[in-house]
């Protein structure tokens, strides 16, 4: 079965350094997701990214985060200086289509330490 | 801002049903999930409802949505141990695409 894939699945770094997440989505998905969640707190949203571009952000991706979609097969998100607060497991999530229930496909996380 | 529920734990012993409960506040819901965690592995998807829809069945799965008081609820009969997981409720609004979540249901299943 087609999966997510998600490197590093843990990163340790001192604060104010600059941190890539990297995820492979499924090769014939569309749209992309990163998604965090700090230890014993909700799963939020972050991001949606189609085309090329951010569809939609929450007010957590402020300017310290950016996602880019470099070649044909990763996604990437980067924190460019690092807080203590950013500490929290990071998922990333693709879809082949947002009509209907779409459906998202996870990555098993890449979980970040901010020393 | 739109909020999901659910409490913390529950535990079941084996062969008997998990009923796992959730709320929300979004009025707008389109679509409501579950997904399953388990310890090191991602989000899977369990099943969804649509929110013009009352009851799915799925195996042993049975999702029961009532809109009017948006409490969603996930029944897994013949509970297994395999099931001990966590289980995410989570909603997606009419204009967005995005989920949110509720804090997850962690079930533990006792011989």
Not at chain 1, 19 to 44: A, D, M, T
Not at chain 1, 47 to 54: A, G
Not at chain 2, 13 to 35: A, F
Request: proline share 3%; glycine share 6%; hydrophobic share 35%.
């Amino acid at each position: 079965e087609p999966e997510v894939t998600q490197t590093p699945s843990h990163q340790v770094t001192q604060m104010g350094q600059e941190v890539i997440l990297r995820c492979v989505p499924i090769s014939n998905h569309l749209y992309f997701y990163w998604y965090r969640q700090i230890l014993g707190q909700k799963v939020e949203f972050l991001v949606s990214f189609y085309n090329n571009e951010i569809s939609e952000k929450s007010e957590i991706f402020d300017d310290q985060f950016s996602v880019e979609r470099p070649d044909g097969s990763n996604f990437t998100l980067k924190i460019r200086s690092t807080k203590l607060e950013d500490s929290a497991m990071y998922f990333c999530a693709s879809s082949g289509a947002v009509s209907g229930a779409n459906v998202l496909t996870f990555g098993a996380g890449s979980r970040l330490t901010v020393l | 801002g739109e909020d999901v529920e659910q409490s913390l734990f529950l535990s079941v012993r084996e062969g008997d049903s998990s009923v796992i409960n959730c709320t929300y506040t979004d009025s707008s819901s389109t679509y409501l999930y579950w997904y399953k965690q388990e310890p090191g592995a991602g989000l899977q998807l369990l099943t969804y409802i649509f929110s013009n829809m009352d009851m799915k069945q799925d195996q042993r799965l049975t999702v029961l949505l009532n809109k009017k008081d948006k409490h969603l609820s996930l029944r897994i009969a013949d509970t297994q141990t395999g099931d001990s997981a966590i289980y995410f409720c989570a909603e997606r609004s009419y204009n967005t695409d995005k989920l949110i979540f509720g804090t997850g249901t962690r079930l533990q299943v006792f011989p």
